[in-house]
């Protein structure tokens, strides 16, 4: 039974504006760090050069 | 980014509207997770980190260095974090402590648990795949002996607790010199062995003026178990011990005569107040205050000074 199926008077649950906001400020948060350990990861592949790997892929 | 273990059972205020609830979800913001990873133990541990990192005869890619130090400080942050998780209910029965993060319900305990583990495990495997192993290892075992050894075990268990977990606050200038040359000798040791030296008298000075507080949530630092007169002798003691441990760099040759002189100074003023401190009865606690704050500008000096006389060291070649 998918969500569309549920009957109407089923529960929901649902977030207040303030639990959204703090939510929107962690998935924000952590979008970034993510972003800037893609772009240091980048750069070090680029420092470090072809040979990072122990061996050959 | 919250991992409710609980909250799915949890009831919650019923809304006005039919059939809607609403969920007990983490309300904690960036800065309650920031602050789990105690920033000013983190700046701390950079700095020393960054310390041993330059003195070391090796060079370094100024990028390598920076994911290095930024893999320390995460490290580091994590010991925090599961400190933080595993030490609530002390932190609520301390004033010190009692506005962290999960003793005022901003962070669940298994929430920060789950956050100071995703930190470690990546720093780590960050440090070793960017860096080598040597260092990740050893960062890897310094969030364990922090995280398990001392929170965990001697924090609640012996007065000897930040003696011996002290040595997790001193492992970070080996961990840098360790990521520049990939190996350890005599100078990171010593320089472990500064900071290792330091941990007492910096703490119990602490902790003679914030003994009630100690009592309280039942942690038995040196001063509550043995009392006041005890702990002021082991200050001294240690003071004795670390002012010479101070000048090695210098007298040994891997520091120049601006770090010796720096050394000399303020191991004088150190032991000038852990002298006062012997002295001092309570109430008056205006010596084991002094000698706390110094001590921070103490190691601050120390490490600043090492820096500047290794002229950078590797980090710009």
Same mark, same amino acid.
């Given at each position: *039974?998918?969500?569309?199926?549920?009957?109407?008077?089923?529960?929901?649950?649902?977030?207040?504006?303030?639990?959204?906001?703090?939510?929107?400020?962690?998935? !924000?948060? !952590?979008?970034?760090?993510?972003?800037?350990?893609?772009?240091?990861?980048? !750069? *070090?592949?680029?420092?470090?050069?072809?040979? *990072?790997?122990?061996?050959?892929? | 980014?919250?991992?409710?273990?609980?909250?799915?059972?949890? /009831?919650?205020?019923?809304?006005? %509207?039919?059939?809607?609830?609403?969920?007990?979800?983490?309300?904690?913001?960036?800065?309650?997770?920031?602050?789990?990873?105690?920033?000013?133990?983190?700046?701390?541990?950079?700095?020393? +980190?960054?310390?041993?990192?330059?003195?070391?005869?090796?060079? @370094?890619?100024?990028?390598?260095?920076?994911?290095?130090?930024?893999?320390? =400080? $995460?490290?580091?942050?994590?010991?925090?974090?599961?400190? #933080? =998780?595993?030490?609530?209910?002390?932190?609520?029965?301390?004033?010190?402590? &009692?506005?962290?993060?999960?003793?005022?319900?901003?962070?669940? /305990?298994?929430?920060?648990?789950?956050?100071?583990?995703?930190?470690?495990?990546?720093?780590?495997?960050?440090? %070793?795949?960017? $860096?080598?192993?040597?260092?990740?290892?050893?960062?890897?075992?310094?969030?364990?002996?922090?995280?398990?050894?001392?929170? #965990?075990?001697?924090?609640?268990?012996?007065?000897?607790? @930040?003696?011996?977990?002290?040595?997790? %606050?001193?492992?970070?200038? #080996?961990?840098?010199?360790?990521? =520049?040359?990939?190996?350890?000798?005599?100078?990171?040791?010593?320089?472990?062995?500064?900071?290792?030296?330091?941990? /007492?008298?910096?703490?119990? =000075?602490?902790?003679?003026?914030? &003994?009630?507080?100690?009592?309280?949530?039942?942690?038995?630092?040196?001063?509550?178990?043995?009392?006041?007169?005890?702990?002021?002798?082991?200050?001294?003691?240690?003071?004795?011990?670390?002012?010479?441990?101070?000048?090695?760099?210098?007298?040994?040759?891997?520091?120049?005569?601006?770090?010796?002189?720096?050394?000399?100074?303020?191991?004088?003023?150190?032991?000038?107040? +852990?002298?006062?401190?012997?002295?001092?009865?309570?109430?008056?606690?205006?010596? &084991?205050?002094?000698?706390?704050?110094?001590?921070?500008?103490?190691?601050?000096?120390?490490?600043?000074?090492?820096?500047?006389?290794? %002229?950078?060291?590797?980090?710009?070649?």
């Amino acid at each position: *039974m998918t969500e569309l199926d549920k009957p109407e008077d089923e529960e929901r649950i649902v977030l207040t504006e303030e639990q959204l906001r703090a939510r929107r400020a962690r998935s !924000i948060a !952590i979008a970034l760090a993510l972003l800037a350990l893609v772009i240091l990861f980048f !750069i *070090m592949t680029l420092v470090k050069g072809p040979y *990072m790997a122990p061996r050959p892929i | 980014m919250s991992l409710v273990t609980e909250g799915a059972d949890y /009831p919650g205020p019923a809304a006005a %509207g039919a059939g809607v609830v609403y969920a007990d979800v983490s309300m904690a913001g960036v800065g309650d997770y920031l602050a789990l990873l105690k920033p000013r133990v983190m700046s701390l541990v950079v700095f020393t +980190a960054l310390a041993g990192l330059a003195v070391a005869p090796a060079s @370094i890619h100024p990028i390598t260095a920076f994911t290095a130090l930024l893999c320390i =400080a $995460v490290g580091a942050g994590a010991s925090g974090a599961l400190n #933080m =998780a595993y030490d609530a209910d002390i932190d609520a029965r301390m004033v010190r402590t &009692s506005q962290r993060p999960v003793p005022k319900g901003k962070i669940r /305990p298994g929430e920060a648990l789950a956050f100071g583990i995703t930190l470690a495990g990546f720093s780590v495997a960050t440090l %070793g795949l960017m $860096v080598n192993w040597l260092a990740a290892g050893l960062l890897a075992f310094t969030i364990f002996f922090y995280a398990v050894i001392y929170t #965990m075990w001697l924090k609640r268990s012996t007065p000897q607790n @930040i003696v011996i977990g002290g040595a997790a %606050g001193a492992f970070p200038p #080996m961990i840098g010199w360790a990521a =520049a040359t990939g190996s350890l000798s005599l100078e990171p040791i010593l320089l472990f062995a500064i900071i290792f030296f330091w941990t /007492p008298p910096h703490f119990w =000075a602490l902790a003679l003026y914030k &003994s009630d507080d100690y009592a309280r949530a039942g942690v038995p630092m040196l001063p509550v178990v043995h009392g006041d007169m005890t702990t002021r002798r082991q200050i001294l003691l240690y003071t004795l011990l670390l002012v010479p441990l101070g000048i090695a760099p210098w007298a040994l040759g891997f520091a120049g005569l601006l770090y010796g002189v720096t050394a000399i100074a303020t191991g004088a003023i150190m032991l000038l107040l +852990a002298w006062q401190v012997f002295r001092e009865r309570r109430p008056t606690d205006a010596a &084991s205050r002094k000698l706390f704050a110094f001590s921070i500008l103490y190691l601050f000096l120390l490490f600043a000074v090492l820096l500047v006389d290794n %002229g950078w060291g590797g980090l710009i070649r």
